[in-house]
């Protein structure tokens, strides 16, 4: 595993624990990390493999959880606030959060495919369907208190 995921997964791990006590117990919370690790990973090492550039994994594998990071920790204002109060402010709050995932994400693709930007979208969006889809299959009940 290289240095920087080293740093990365840890701090990931806390970010995305203090979000997902908001709404669960300790243990799911874990399982659903490690099954969002799983589901990144999984879903970027095929489309870096069949694409002809598997050298770029660690690199973008660093990119999606560093950037996940990031915005899940700007989202926990937001959730913590949709938990006690929901208002307009929080749900606009996720919006902005979600577009900004997508984007990110998308550009990240982007670059470890060579593709144009929609190109990179696209995947993006098909990796946030496909991840909520399994999310809400595994963790119904934490799905439908989100």
Known sequence: MCRLLRLILPVYVIVNVLILLLNGDWSTSLLQIAVDFLLIA?????????????????????????????????????????????????????????????????????????????FGLGLALLYILISSQVMALLFPVVSSQT
């Open 42 to 118: 999984g879903f970027s090492w095929p489309l870096l493999h069949f694409a002809g550039k598997p050298a770029r994994f660690r690199q973008t594998l660093c990119a999606l959880l560093g950037t996940d990071t990031v915005i899940s920790f700007f989202a926990i204002p937001a959730v913590a606030s949709l938990n006690t109060q929901a208002n307009e402010l929080a749900f606009f709050a996720m919006l902005v959060l979600m577009v900004w995932h997508w984007l990110v994400t998308g550009h990240i693709f982007r670059h470890a495919l060579d593709r144009p930007l929609f």
